[in-house]
């Protein structure tokens, strides 16, 4: 037995198992726990890298990722529902936490406040100061000036207009200096203005004259206004051979007024009344019935009663317009035969618009009117232009001269019976209807009887 035991050899040293998994021996170092840890022998002289590790591979059923970036991860890492992610719930506000927010808009409403607030104290202030100064003498009226117009001067408003005691700049009354001064028929508005610390200007705008009326008896004509209100009376004085019409005419017109001649005497004016009469009324409706253009080529009318209305135009024609009717029309027709006539007639009827006639100028000596009666010169006379007076005849164009018989030089011209509107068949027919200029006839009446001869009224009688 000892002869076995001395014959064993010397044990060798224990050689760790390779596996990584195994723990060393005590008292022998331990060993990387991979193999890819350590470097294989003769590579460090080498100076070849080790190899990374291997990428774990995703889980079977995984779908790859469509985006890169921070927000890939924020998606995968997604909050449950109804919850704010940590990211975001830790981030301030755009602008502002809420707190910081509520406190700029409580420092807003405050200052507005403090504003409306001095706002509010200075106009109470101020109302303060108005009402004691208000009746103060320290702003009391003491002078009063006016700016004169044609009609309303510096003594006009003097001896209207009542100040009262203890008048100031501050506390006058507008609408009673207003009533006073329109006591004058010429004051239509005024306008007041403070001229501290003493004086009070006030301007005078005069009522717009619309009409001179003339009576058709007598040199005396009234004006009035554009409110319709009688103002005052205004005497006519002629020149030597010079009409009443006429004079009149340019009192009219320096003061921008239309002429209203042959008014009967039915018509009384009173200053301050209002102008109510039917001859006026009717010329009223022409008025407002006429175009603009057209009334503006009028010089005048004649209103010696309601159905007898006539103008004369600035050409020196005369138009026989007859009631207010048909107004427009009657418009149309005339204009037309204006045109188609200018320069050879001195005279139109359209009292019946759709048969109008007129009365042409026959020969070099009669021309057509002038002045605010259309009159026209003939052979050194005045011859007047006014439509004659044949009573019964439906055409009232004739016109005799002293001696009873029918000028060869006037003729007129009678429309056949057009509808109404039918303007161009009016002017047509009075066209087709032309007299023989050299014997005074007139057109065939139209029932084949032949041409109507000029009787001593003017009126045409057939054969």
């Known amino acids: 037995m000892a002869a076995n035991s001395s014959k064993r050899g010397t044990p060798r040293k224990a050689t760790p198992h390779k596996d990584a998994g195994s723990l060393p021996s005590s008292g022998?170092?331990?060993r990387p726990a991979t193999r890819a840890a350590m470097p294989r022998a003769g590579a460090s002289h080498l100076g070849v890298a080790p190899k990374a590790p291997k990428a774990a591979k995703a889980p079977k059923g995984a779908k790859?990722?469509?985006?890169?970036?921070?927000?890939?991860?924020?998606?995968?890492?997604?909050a449950p529902s109804g919850q704010v992610p940590a990211s975001l719930?830790?981030?301030?506000?755009?602008?502002?936490?809420?707190?910081?927010?509520?406190?700029q808009r409580s420092e807003s409403v405050k200052l507005v406040g403090i504003v409306l607030a001095a706002v509010c104290a200075l106009g109470f202030l101020a109302l303060i100061v108005f009402f004691v100064l208000r009746d103060s003498p320290l702003f009391s009226v003491e002078e009063i000036v006016v700016e004169p117009t044609e009609h309303v001067s510096q003594a006009d408003v003097a001896n209207l207009l009542h100040v009262d005691e203890g008048m100031t700049l501050l506390n006058y009354d507008a609408d009673d200096i207003a009533s006073q001064l329109k006591r004058n028929l010429?004051?239509?508005?005024?306008s007041i203005e403070r001229q501290f610390p003493h004086t009070l200007k006030i301007c005078v705008e005069e009522q717009r004259l619309d009409e001179l009326v003339v009576m058709n008896s007598g040199s005396m004509g009234w004006f009035l206004g554009a409110s319709g209100v009688w103002i005052e009376p205004v005497r006519i004085s002629t020149a030597d051979g010079q009409s009443v019409n006429d004079a009149a005419l340019q009192i009219a017109r320096k003061h921008g007024a239309l002429l209203i001649t042959g008014v009967p005497a039915t018509v009384e004016p009173q200053a301050g009344s209002e102008a109510t009469d039917d001859v006026l009324s009717a010329v009223k409706a022409f008025r407002s019935g006429f175009s603009a253009d057209f009334l503006s080529k009028i010089v005048s009318f004649d209103a010696s009663s309601t159905d007898a209305i006539s103008c004369v135009m600035e050409s020196g024609v005369q138009v026989s317009l007859g009631s207010a009717t048909n107004i427009s029309y009657k418009e149309q027709v005339a204009s037309a035969l204006l045109e188609k006539y200018a320069g050879q007639i001195t005279y139109i009827n359209v009292r019946t618009p759709s048969s109008a006639s007129v009365r042409?100028?026959?020969?070099?000596?009669?021309?057509?009117?002038?002045g605010a009666d259309g009159e026209s010169a003939t052979s050194g006379d005045s011859a007047?232009?006014?439509?004659?007076?044949?009573?019964?005849?439906?055409?009232?164009?004739?016109a005799a001269d002293e001696s009873g018989s029918a000028d060869e030089s006037v003729f007129s011209e009678t429309a056949g019976g057009a509808g109404e509107g039918d303007t161009s068949s009016v002017v047509d027919d009075v066209s087709s209807s032309s007299a023989d200029e050299g014997n005074g006839e007139s057109p065939s009446s139209g029932d084949g009887s032949g041409p109507s001869e000029i009787d001593s009224s003017g009126a045409y009688s057939g054969e």
């Open 89 to 103: 719930a830790s981030a301030p506000a755009k602008g502002g936490s809420p707190e910081a927010v509520l406190g």
């Open 28 to 30: 022998v170092s331990a």
């Open 64 to 78: 790859k990722a469509l985006f890169s970036g921070p927000g890939a991860n924020a998606r995968k890492s997604a």
């Open 186 to 190: 010429w004051v239509g508005s005024i």
């Open 384 to 398: 007047s232009g006014q439509p004659g007076t044949d009573e019964g005849s439906a055409d009232e164009s004739g």
């Open 360 to 370: 042409r100028v026959g020969s070099s000596d009669v021309t057509q009117g002038t």
